[in-house]
């Protein structure tokens, strides 16, 4: 059935699903697969827990392709990729995607692959709650050694204060939990701002904006270029409302801010439906108008802005122009303030 992976010397990406799993064991002789398996450059595995153990041990002989540059694995799959990396380093991984571990353990193992992937640029864990894990303390430190090079982090707001400090990340993807307070807000981002360079990029899901939510970023992380805010509690009236001259005067610490977007994540659940308009209050062609003029003021380098599900305005020269979600401009006035 396999029969034709072994004339494949030209294969680069593999992607695995639970069906194929389960017989690889008995129908691939590895030995035979292994001179194939040196051009591997992508492997993705997507299983579930209850495939069986001979199946994954198989299948994670694939992964000793040392031209590997990206690797996706699923939370079952993780502990015998893991287990490979004792003979084998990976000096060509620089994307590795992952569940975040259920247990405490999962990280130490975790921090040991890594420690044999010396050029990770970029990591991602999908967060989830964890039974051990009570409060963002509990959640181990990587060894000063590990993800030297890690420039990105994606993953949930509580890993990426331990992982972030003393290296060299310019870009953070992260998750707030709603379970958490604003003291942990606020620790986890003073951790971020230890990032050994200067961090450019902070995205958050936030389940709703506190009133100093912006402040607490701005005054935590002041170096951002880019910063983006998706709120994931959409669907309660006034939860997303905000004082736009308030909250604006809030961003005035962020002197080097490019990019700035506030508005509601999509519920994939409810289909390809527009999320509702989080800040009605300037949705209006001219309150936009007036918060524009007030973030150029603030902010010389600014080039992009997008609030709510209306709100889209790109700097083109000594112009803003705004465009509708259809991208057909509407309106544009200069930085002087003409329209």
Same mark, same amino acid.
């Given at each position: 059935?396999?029969?034709?992976?072994?004339?494949?010397?030209?294969?680069?990406?593999?992607?695995?699903?639970?069906?194929?799993?389960?017989?690889?064991?008995?129908?691939?002789?590895?030995?035979?697969?292994? &001179? &194939? !398996?040196?051009?591997?450059?992508?492997?993705?595995?997507?299983?579930?827990?209850?495939?069986?153990?001979?199946?994954?041990?198989?299948? !994670?002989?694939?992964?000793?392709?040392?031209?590997?540059?990206?690797?996706?694995?699923?939370?079952?799959?993780?502990?015998?990729?893991? &287990?490979?990396?004792?003979?084998?380093?990976?000096?060509?991984?620089?994307?590795?995607? !992952?569940?975040?571990?259920?247990?405490?353990?999962?990280?130490?193992?975790?921090?040991?692959?890594?420690?044999?992937?010396?050029?990770?640029?970029?990591?991602?864990?999908?967060?989830?709650?964890?039974?051990?894990?009570?409060?963002?303390?509990?959640?181990?430190?990587?060894? &000063?050694?590990?993800?030297?090079?890690?420039?990105?982090?994606?993953?949930?707001?509580?890993?990426?204060?331990?992982?972030?400090?003393?290296?060299?990340?310019?870009?953070?993807?992260?998750?707030?939990?709603?379970?958490?307070?604003?003291? !942990?807000?606020?620790?986890?981002?003073?951790?971020?701002?230890?990032?050994?360079?200067?961090?450019?990029?902070?995205?958050?899901?936030?389940?709703?904006?506190?009133?100093?939510?912006?402040?607490?970023?701005?005054?935590t992380v002041p170096s951002l270029e880019e910063l983006e805010i998706s709120l994931y509690?959409?669907?309660?009236?006034?939860?997303?409302?905000?004082?736009?001259?308030?909250?604006?005067?809030?961003?005035?610490?962020?002197?080097?801010?490019?990019?700035?977007?506030?508005?509601?994540?999509?519920?994939?659940?409810?289909?390809?439906?527009?999320?509702?308009?989080?800040?009605?209050?300037?949705?209006?062609?001219?309150?936009?108008?007036?918060?524009?003029?007030?973030?150029?003021?603030?902010?010389?380098?600014?080039?992009?802005?997008?609030?709510?599900?209306?709100?889209?305005?790109?700097?083109?020269?000594?112009?803003?122009?705004?465009?509708?979600?259809?991208?057909?401009?509407?309106?544009?006035?200069?930085?002087?303030?003409?329209?």
């Amino acid at each position: 059935m396999y029969e034709h992976l072994y004339s494949l010397q030209q294969l680069e990406y593999v992607e695995f699903a639970r069906p194929p799993i389960i017989l690889l064991e008995e129908s691939l002789d590895f030995d035979r697969l292994k &001179a &194939a !398996a040196l051009r591997l450059k992508a492997i993705s595995v997507s299983l579930g827990a209850t495939d069986n153990v001979p199946g994954l041990s198989a299948c !994670a002989k694939l992964f000793l392709s040392p031209s590997l540059e990206e690797l996706s694995t699923s939370s079952s799959m993780a502990p015998f990729i893991h &287990a490979l990396t004792n003979p084998k380093t990976f000096d060509q991984l620089r994307y590795y995607e !992952a569940i975040e571990p259920l247990a405490l353990a999962g990280f130490t193992e975790f921090y040991a692959f890594a420690a044999h992937c010396p050029n990770l640029t970029s990591i991602k864990f999908r967060p989830r709650i964890t039974a051990e894990i009570n409060q963002p303390d509990d959640i181990p430190s990587p060894p &000063a050694n590990v993800l030297t090079k890690l420039r990105c982090f994606d993953g949930s707001l509580q890993l990426a204060a331990r992982i972030v400090p003393g290296r060299p990340v310019e870009k953070v993807i992260a998750a707030f939990p709603f379970f958490h307070g604003e003291v !942990a807000f606020e620790a986890s981002l003073k951790r971020l701002s230890e990032s050994s360079r200067r961090l450019r990029a902070l995205n958050l899901a936030i389940r709703y904006l506190e009133d100093d939510y912006l402040s607490i970023i701005s005054r935590t992380v002041p170096s951002l270029e880019e910063l983006e805010i998706s709120l994931y509690l959409n669907l309660v009236p006034g939860v997303g409302k905000i004082e736009t001259r308030l909250h604006f005067d809030q961003l005035k610490p962020l002197s080097r801010l490019r990019v700035f977007a506030l508005k509601n994540l999509q519920d994939a659940s409810f289909g390809p439906t527009v999320a509702p308009e989080p800040f009605p209050e300037i949705a209006q062609g001219p309150a936009q108008i007036s918060a524009m003029k007030e973030l150029s003021k603030n902010h010389q380098h600014l080039e992009y802005v997008e609030i709510g599900q209306t709100v889209r305005w790109y700097r083109e020269h000594d112009f803003w122009i705004w465009r509708s979600p259809s991208e057909s401009a509407v309106v544009h006035f200069d930085l002087a303030g003409s329209e």
